[in-house]
């Protein structure tokens, strides 16, 4: 047992010292900072918010006013002024710089509008006074018709129209509103994590083989002993790698004053979400990382050279991404068919049935299955991989054929 730990510790610090590892961990952290801190940022480098000026050419001298008091009404920050300039001096203002935009209004049955600007990219306001232009137009036409106040807002008022899903699996529409940009972070990470962290393993052991290290290691410590403390090492740092992350995020909330449901965060939806959907993370997240862990120590174990070792793990990494294809599709439709079959799927289970958890209301004997499922597939690949491992670690020369793995096994036989 102490050379396990031996090699444990010597897998976890050689990661750990690494300028990578310290560099990407550091810009993550760093990005949550940013992320909290964007809009006081972005209102310190923009000034305080200056009110736009649009010209309205209004020959009748009616509607320019009209229009301001719609602008008024949705707090619109533009300020429809008329204006006895023609159109020629006007676009001459626009190339000078000295006129913003302008607008046409004319009134000939039906409200027309014409807005010009120096580009479309400087129309950021035409939205809002698009909106602006389509409130007078309802006005004008409610007040040809003689309608008044109340039977205008009945004319124009929305449908209620309510959402209900007779399946016991789903959620409301604003559970699934709430949980959805969470589910999809949790995924991106768990999706980078076992990428990352089982080709830290992948690469070590071609390291070690290439360096002729690995001789020295075998003659002290079974191969198998050996790859179980480089899966745990590695491991180790990566949950210790989340833990930063996850307290960095926290922190950064915590400085910036901004709360769960603020500013940038709003946008995914953290508020009221399930203590469990973050416990089925690590989870899946562990599970995970084990079973891709070990096949890529696996897979590592057969080359002696690194660049042999990314070609050779080409599979593994199509499994991954197949996976994420899955989860992503899988957000707007949790309840389709291929989500179900995929999430029992051990190699799909940690993406697309964590997935499931967090925008379905699953029976507990749904995921306790997938989980039971993973942890059977991370046994017997436990036991192949440390088969192959044993032999492989022995082979030298090219080797970029998953047809290797024979000769793996047969030569850990001898040993």
């Not at 964007?38 to 480098?45: D, I, S, V």
């Not at 891709?292 to 070609?311: K, M, P």
């Not at 289970?349 to 997935?355: D, E, G, N, T």
Request: aromatic content about 10%; overall charge negative; some cysteine.
């Amino acid at each position: 047992m102490h050379s396990f730990w031996i090699i444990f510790k010597q897998a976890f610090w050689t990661k750990a010292k690494t300028k990578s590892f310290v560099i990407t961990t550091i810009i993550v952290c760093a990005s949550f900072f940013l992320m909290a801190n964007l809009p006081k940022l972005l209102e310190a480098f923009q000034g305080p918010e200056e009110d736009s000026v649009l010209h309205i050419v209004d020959a009748s001298g009616e509607l320019a006013p009209r229009l301001q008091e719609q602008l008024e009404l949705i707090d619109s920050s533009v300020h429809a002024v008329p204006t006895g300039m023609s159109e020629a001096e006007l676009r001459d203002g626009i190339a000078n710089g000295t006129v913003e935009a302008y607008m046409v209004l004319e009134q000939e049955g039906q409200l027309t509008a014409r807005y010009v600007s120096e580009s479309a990219n400087e129309m950021e306001n035409g939205s809002g006074i698009e909106q602006a232009v389509q409130s007078l137009q309802t006005v004008l036409t409610a007040e040809s018709l003689n309608l008044n106040g109340s039977q205008v807002e009945r004319l124009f008022a929305p449908a209620l129209f309510e959402r209900e899903a007779i399946s016991a699996s789903s959620k409301s529409q604003e559970e699934l509103s709430q949980t959805r940009g969470l589910v999809y972070i949790l995924i991106m990470l768990i999706y980078m994590s076992v990428i990352y962290y089982p080709n830290m393993i992948a690469t070590e052991v071609a390291t070690e083989k290439s360096s002729r290290v690995m001789e020295i290691l075998i003659s002290s410590v079974s191969p198998v002993k050996h790859m179980f403390a480089k899966i745990a090492g590695i491991g180790t740092l990566g949950i210790l790698q989340m833990l930063v992350f996850g307290l960095s995020g926290y922190a950064a909330i915590q400085t910036a004053g901004t709360g769960m449901t603020e500013g940038v965060f709003s946008v995914f939806g953290f508020s009221e979400v399930k203590i469990s959907t973050f416990l089925f993370a690590v989870l899946f997240f562990l599970l995970g990382y084990f079973l891709y862990a070990v096949l890529a120590a696996l897979l590592g174990s057969l080359v002696s050279r690194i660049e042999d070792a990314q070609q050779l793990m080409l599979p593994m990494m199509f499994l991954i991404i197949v996976a994420s294809f899955i989860a992503f599709s899988g957000i707007s439709v949790p309840e389709a068919k291929f989500v179900t079959v995929a999430s029992f799927i051990p190699f799909f289970a940690p993406l697309v049935m964590f997935l499931r958890v967090g925008m379905l209301d699953l029976p507990l004997w749904e995921p306790l299955l997938a989980i039971a499922i993973m942890l059977i597939t991370i046994g017997l690949l436990g036991w192949f991989g440390a088969r192959v491992y044993r032999g492989g670690v022995l082979m030298y020369g090219s080797s970029q054929s998953l047809k290797d793995i024979r000769r793996a096994i047969t030569l850990g036989n001898k040993k």
